[in-house]
């Protein structure tokens, strides 16, 4: 049989992840380092671990609404008014996703019509092209670059709306660069949406991890944009949960049904056990003042610096990250391009690291590297890396 004939050409189409491939070669080395896998190397507190726990003990083993359980629907509303000053009703306009990417895939398939065009910042996650592609849409890159601090503008976004626009991807703080967004840049894109009917998917996963005094702020916050926004988050980088799959989206209620339909004939509800994770994460957090956020984040940042200062003195320019847990270097200066420069650093060093292009074309001349791994293995991973740089600039 010939499956290239019957399957969706759109799926079949779609290349595979550029970040798993390094990865699966990493699986099979021994004393291999990976700074690829944007995931902490913190295990979940035990506290929210024991909740899910808890629940299977007193059988709470049921789905739930579609919308997720109105306890941490609540919750989610108490801590997006209080850490970002944006308010929504748990009733209607909140729902519970199976991680941040299901939202991602339920705002998509909500607005994209075949033919209609989103806004996709570059270098970003890999995940929006895809999407966009899946929901029948044109993903529209734009190119940003470290001469402006990887930062999205008004004019790069009014430099390619069309006609056909209908949605623009807010990837910040953003993975790979690490870059964020501050008021005064939101301020400015806002402004070029005037007059417009784009819809904003602000992915906010990172928005606890910002550095250097800095505060994150939701584009839902900004003057006039809450009715446009639809806000994006989850529990997997801010409380070290990955792998529990809990996320969830808000927006204005007409938007938010929408996704809500979507989601009750696909997955119909998250976990049970891991809302009840959920719901301790936030309960506790709000108690303690997110102690366990804040050592992560301080963490975060001592490494932060270790690999910034690292890659600046081997020559190889690094724009400071303010958020996230990545850096993305520039390694131009070697001559070889992003794929090249992983390939023979993985072979000949065993550092497993992404290449820029993984996430756009722009990306091209720079290397992702995630520092959510521990010093000890980061401090190794540079001097392998600082051995390989010398050895191929003295070759």
Known sequence: MNYDQIVNRTVRDIPPSGIRKFFDIVSTMKDAISLGVGEPDFVTPWNICESAIYSIEQGQTHYTSNWGTIELRREIAAYLEERCG???????????????????????????????EVLVPEPSYVSYAPCVRLAGGVAVGVPTDASLGFRLTGDLIRSRLTPRTKALILPYPNNPTGAILERE??????????????????????????YGGRTHVSFASIPGMFERTITLNGFSKAFA????????????APLAKLLCKIHQFTALCAPVQGQAAALEALRSGRENHYASVVHM???????????????????????????AFYVFPSIASTGMTSDEFCER?????????????????SGEGHIRCSYATSTEKIEEAVRRIEVFVRAHREG
């Open 86 to 116: 944006v308010s929504y009703n748990p009733a209607d306009e909140i729902l519970v996703t199976v991680g941040a990417s299901e939202g991602i895939d339920l705002a998509l398939r909500a607005l994209v019509e075949p033919g209609d």
């Open 185 to 210: 840049d939101l301020l400015d894109l806002a402004r070029a949406l005037e007059g417009t009917n784009v819809i904003v998917l602000s992915d906010e996963i990172y928005s606890e991890l910002t």
């Open 241 to 252: 949960m990955t792998g529990w799959r809990m996320g969830y989206a808000c927006a204005p």
């Open 297 to 323: 984040r301080e963490v975060y940042d001592r490494r932060r610096r270790i690999l910034v200062d690292a890659f600046n003195r081997m020559g190889l320019p690094c724009f400071e990250p303010l958020g």
């Open 345 to 361: 650093l993985l072979r000949e060093q065993k550092v497993a690291a992404v290449p820029g292009t993984a996430f756009g074309p």
